[in-house]
Antibody, heavy 125, light 107 residues
Framework: EEQVVESGGGLVHPGGSLRLSCGAS????????IDWVRQAPGKGLEWVGRSRNKLNSYTTEYAASVKGRFTLSRDDSENSLYLQMNSLQTEDTAVYYCARALRWYRSDYWYFDLWGRGTLVTVSS | DIQMTQSPSSLSASVGDRVTITCRASQSIDSYLGWFQQKPGKAPKLLIY???SLQSGVPSRFSGSGSGPLYTLTIDSLQPEDFATYYC?????????FGGGTTVGIK
C-alpha cells in the first residue's frame, strides 16, 4: 500500500525549532516530488513548500510566509523528507501534512494524489 | 500570487440533491486545478485533477469542469458520506494556493 506518514510534531515555544519527517512506503520515493501543506486550527489549507526529485536536482520552493525560516531536505536512501522549522511563531501552529505530487502527462501540472494523516505543531509559550 | 475564490463558503443540502461549487482564480490557470474533500480530523482527499479528470476510486457522481479562471465541482445525487468541506487548489504557479473551502452541510 502506498502511504506517507508524518512525524515529529509537538509543542514548541515561540522562537524555537522543530524538525518534521515524512516517511514514504509502497512507492519509489526518489522518483517523486513531495510537498508540505498545513492547516491552522479551524482554518483552510495553506501550501508550505515543495521538494523536487534528484532528476530535478532536489530543488525546492517555499511559501513566502516560511521562506528563510523553514528548510526542506530529503534522504532518498531512507525514503524520507524533512522539514526543518526554525524561528517558529504562534501563527505556525497547524497540522502539517505531507503530500505526494504526481505529474500530469508531460505537462507542468503536478497534483497531490496521496496525503498523510498529518502531525500537529503547536507554538505557544 | 494567484487568489482562489470559492463560492459559496457553505451550503445546506439534502441527500439526493445536486450540488455545485464554484472556484474562480484571479487569472487563467489553464485547467491546472484540483478539487479535494476533507472531513473533520482527516487529511484532504483528491477528487478531481486537471479540472475534470476523476481520481481513481472516486464515485462518478463527482465531476469537474471549467477553463480559464472559472471552475466548478458538481456532486450529482448527494450521499450521506459527501457532507464535508471541499477545496479547490491551483498548481499553475508558485505559491500554490487553495480556495477558502466550501462546507456542505445537511439541510
Amino acid at each position: 500500500e502506498e502511504q506517507v506518514v508524518e512525524s515529529g510534531g509537538g509543542l514548541v515555544h515561540p522562537g524555537g525549532s522543530l524538525r518534521l519527517s515524512c516517511g514514504a512506503s509502497g512507492f519509489t520515493f526518489n522518483d517523486h516530488y513531495i510537498d508540505w501543506v498545513r492547516q491552522a486550527p479551524g482554518k483552510g489549507l495553506e501550501w508550505v513548500g515543495r521538494s523536487r526529485n534528484k532528476l530535478n536536482s532536489y530543488t525546492t520552493e517555499y511559501a513566502a510566509s516560511v521562506k528563510g525560516r523553514f528548510t526542506l531536505s530529503r534522504d532518498d536512501s531512507e525514503n524520507s523528507l524533512y522539514l526543518q522549522m526554525n524561528s517558529l511563531q504562534t501563527e505556525d501552529t497547524a497540522v502539517y501534512y505531507c503530500a505526494r505530487a504526481l505529474r500530469w502527462y508531460r505537462s507542468d501540472y503536478w497534483y497531490f494524489d496521496l496525503w498523510g494523516r498529518g502531525t500537529l505543531v503547536t507554538v505557544s509559550s | 500570487d494567484i487568489q482562489m475564490t470559492q463560492s459559496p463558503s457553505s451550503l445546506s443540502a439534502s441527500v439526493g440533491d445536486r450540488v455545485t461549487i464554484t472556484c474562480r482564480a484571479s487569472q487563467s490557470i489553464d485547467s491546472y486545478l484540483g478539487w479535494f474533500q476533507q472531513k473533520p480530523g482527516k487529511a484532504p482527499k483528491l477528487l478531481i485533477y486537471a479540472a475534470s479528470s476523476l481520481q481513481s476510486g472516486v464515485p462518478s457522481r463527482f465531476s469537474g469542469s471549467g477553463s480559464g479562471p472559472l471552475y466548478t465541482l458538481t456532486i450529482d445525487s448527494l450521499q450521506p458520506e459527501d457532507f464535508a468541506t471541499y477545496y479547490c487548489q491551483q498548481s499553475y504557479s508558485f505559491p500554490l494556493t487553495f480556495g477558502g473551502g466550501t462546507t456542505v452541510g445537511i439541510k
